[in-house]
């Protein structure tokens, strides 16, 4: 099973290679559009391979989604505090309830009568 992850793993960085060796020519990435110049004071623009721009956009996604997927489930992951919270609430009553339960009788006698 290692030995195919392996694989996979070789797959996946030789497509990633393939990738950015087709498309190694440079482009003019630009903060501000054109039309929008006048209303910014300056306009950096920077030169770069066309893979670094689309691996960049992927990378940018990926980092997006999962913090978005973060937020969307912080209802889930503040019930599950409260259920958590709830349960170790439960169970020390029931602790103490076993034992005003059996208080002042046999330690023999109360151990038989949890089992039950």
């Known amino acids: 099973m290692r030995y195919l992850r392996y694989i996979s793993i070789a797959i996946f960085a030789m497509a990633l290679i393939l990738i950015a060796l087709a498309n190694r020519s440079m482009v003019q990435v630009r903060l501000v559009p054109d039309e929008l110049t ?9 030169e770069v391979p066309l893979f670094v721009v ?16 973060w937020i969307r489930e912080s209802g889930e992951r503040a019930a599950a505090a409260r259920q958590t919270r709830e349960m170790a609430r439960l169970r020390a009553e029931i602790k103490r309830l076993k034992r005003d339960k059996h208080e002042g009788k046999d330690e023999v006698i109360a151990l038989l009568d949890d089992g039950r």
């Open 54 to 69: 689309i691996f960049g956009g992927i990378l940018a996604g990926l980092v997006l989604g999962f913090i978005w997927e």
């Open 38 to 46: 006048g209303f910014t004071a300056l306009n950096p623009a920077q």
